[in-house]
């Protein structure tokens, strides 16, 4: 068994040779572009689309753009006609049924739900509380606990606690405590950066490949198995306790929204696959898979987004410090109003809501140039169920990628 875990290795050697055996049969030597032919190094050259080749036998040619027209026709002109793809789906598997997975009424469905749930009136308040209690709980006596000892940390793993509590907290109403001074190891956090390595690796290699790994159970595959069982393990009691506590309908979080759509929309009949099984007890298997797949979707969209972009904005920072006197003259400027019992012209920090964010334009500024630099999902894949011409003048044909 022991040749398999290498069997990736092999490939990723493998496939370049032959790769370039074939661009050079086809091109019989010659060189007409700065681009290697059928390789997409640099997409400004092409003007933002390429058609990215492999041999056959790999399955994995795809076309791949940035050119915003195309973006506008795939996204919103012709939306009805790029899902997501069976391959996406089978890709993402861990997530079922959430919105990173479904297509049509479904993802209609989870998508205003989860709208009118952030626009709800209750919200600001909630994320405020919520984030609150971690910044003064978690954030800054981790942040002082370094700061005093002179020592150095992992700030992206920082964040990335921050955010994984926040998170389970909002969709969960459960605080896994993973931001502390000791930052202990969680095991469900642990998961979801196992899982969300092995699905990205599911896009590295050929679909063949990593389905016999996973047939096999070895290498990422076996990683993400054994990432899927604690995950179910984390989430699926939670989820159970919700949905059982129909007695308590002042509790808001976003599960708790999700149950209340499902009952008025009649969800069930949406879903074609039931769900990935494994519910437990108390409601229905089906329902309660629904909302597992739901709030790991999300959960898995709120993690890693937020967290990333804090990361890169503190990097940029650091990297140009003349933004860093910038932003803290704006916040002193905006903010210093919210004294506090310190005296004149002391910020109280509780003070500061969602409301008072929206007053630091410079600091908006700064985290949405942030995001153009490196932005956290930068790619998206989609599939026609139709051949289409996008505006660029390629031709796709129907289930390409």
Same mark, same amino acid.
């Given at each position: 068994?022991?040749?398999?875990?290498?069997?990736?290795?092999?490939?990723?050697?493998?496939?370049?040779?032959?790769?370039?055996?074939?661009?050079?049969?086809?091109?019989?030597?010659?060189?007409?572009?700065?681009?290697?032919?059928?390789?997409?190094?640099?997409?400004?050259?092409?003007?933002?689309?390429?058609?990215?080749?492999?041999?056959?036998?790999?399955?994995?040619?795809?076309?791949?753009?940035?050119?915003?027209?195309?973006?506008?026709?795939?996204?919103?002109?012709?939306?009805?006609?790029?899902?997501?793809?069976?391959?996406?789906?089978?890709?993402?598997?861990?997530?079922?049924?959430?919105?990173?997975?479904?297509?049509?009424?479904?993802?209609?469905?989870?998508?205003?739900?989860?709208?009118?749930?952030?626009?709800?009136?209750?919200?600001?308040?909630?994320?405020?509380?919520?984030?609150?209690?971690?910044?003064?709980?978690?954030?800054?006596?981790?942040?002082?606990?370094?700061?005093?000892?002179?020592?150095?940390?992992?700030?992206?793993?920082?964040?990335?606690?921050?955010?994984?509590?926040?998170?389970?907290?909002?969709?969960?109403?459960?605080?896994?405590?993973?931001?502390?001074?000791?930052?202990?190891?969680?095991?469900?956090?642990?998961?979801?950066?196992?899982?969300?390595?092995?699905?990205?690796?599911?896009?590295?290699?050929?679909?063949?490949?990593?389905?016999?790994?996973?047939?096999?159970?070895?290498?990422?595959?076996?990683?993400?198995?054994?990432?899927?069982?604690?995950?179910?393990?984390?989430?699926?009691?939670?989820?159970?306790?919700?949905?059982?506590?129909?007695?308590?309908?002042?509790?808001?979080?976003?599960?708790? &929204?999700?149950?209340?759509?499902?009952? @008025? +929309?009649?969800?069930?009949? %949406?879903?074609?696959? *039931? =769900?990935? /099984?494994?519910?437990?007890?108390?409601?229905?298997?089906?329902?309660?898979?629904?909302?597992?797949?739901?709030?790991?979707?999300?959960?898995?969209?709120?993690?890693?987004?937020?967290?990333?972009?804090?990361?890169?904005?503190?990097?940029?920072?650091?990297?140009?410090?003349?933004?860093? &006197?910038?932003?803290?003259?704006?916040? @002193? +400027?905006?903010?210093?109003? %919210?004294?506090?019992? *310190? =005296?004149? /012209?002391?910020?109280?920090?509780?003070?500061?809501?969602?409301?008072?964010?929206?007053?630091?334009?410079?600091?908006?500024?700064?985290?949405?140039?942030?995001?153009?630099?490196?932005?956290?999902?930068?790619?998206?894949?989609?599939?026609?169920?139709?051949?289409?011409?996008?505006?660029?003048?390629?031709?796709?044909?129907?289930?390409? +990628?």
């Amino acid at each position: 068994m022991a040749i398999f875990e290498y069997l990736e290795i092999f490939l990723f050697t493998i496939i370049p040779i032959i790769t370039i055996l074939c661009v050079w049969r086809k091109s019989n030597g010659e060189k007409t572009s700065f681009l290697p032919t059928n390789w997409p190094l640099i997409l400004s050259e092409c003007g933002g689309t390429f058609q990215m080749r492999f041999p056959r036998i790999f399955n994995m040619d795809m076309l791949i753009t940035s050119d915003p027209l195309n973006i506008d026709h795939i996204f919103s002109k012709n939306f009805a006609n790029y899902p997501k793809g069976r391959q996406f789906r089978e890709i993402f598997d861990i997530l079922g049924d959430s919105i990173f997975n479904v297509d049509d009424e479904l993802w209609e469905f989870q998508r205003k739900t989860t709208h009118s749930f952030m626009t709800g009136p209750e919200f600001n308040s909630l994320l405020e509380s919520v984030v609150w209690q971690k910044v003064e709980n978690g954030l800054l006596p981790v942040l002082d606990y370094f700061l005093q000892g002179d020592i150095g940390f992992d700030l992206q793993d920082v964040f990335q606690r921050f955010t994984y509590d926040s998170i389970c907290k909002l969709a969960l109403d459960f605080d896994p405590g993973s931001l502390c001074v000791d930052l202990p190891f969680i095991p469900s956090m642990q998961a979801f950066c196992d899982s969300i390595g092995a699905v990205f690796y599911r896009h590295t290699l050929p679909e063949v490949v990593w389905k016999l790994q996973r047939r096999l159970q070895i290498g990422t595959e076996r990683k993400l198995l054994e990432a899927r069982k604690v995950v179910d393990k984390f989430i699926y009691p939670l989820v159970n306790n919700n949905i059982t506590q129909d007695d308590d309908d002042r509790r808001l979080n976003l599960l708790t &929204t999700f149950r209340k759509a499902y009952k @008025e +929309k009649s969800v069930s009949s %949406l879903l074609l696959l *039931g =769900g990935n /099984g494994g519910g437990g007890g108390g409601a229905s298997s089906r329902e309660t898979n629904f909302m597992r797949d739901t709030v790991l979707g999300l959960m898995f969209a709120g993690r890693d987004t937020s967290a990333s972009c804090l990361t890169w904005l503190f990097w940029l920072i650091a990297k140009n410090p003349s933004t860093k &006197t910038l932003i803290l003259d704006e916040i @002193e +400027k905006v903010l210093i109003h %919210l004294k506090g019992e *310190g =005296g004149e /012209g002391r910020i109280n920090w509780s003070l500061f809501t969602v409301r008072e964010s929206r007053k630091l334009i410079y600091l908006h500024g700064a985290m949405c140039e942030s995001l153009r630099l490196y932005p956290p999902g930068p790619l998206e894949h989609k599939s026609p169920t139709k051949s289409d011409n996008l505006p660029s003048g390629h031709y796709i044909k129907e289930n390409d +990628k």
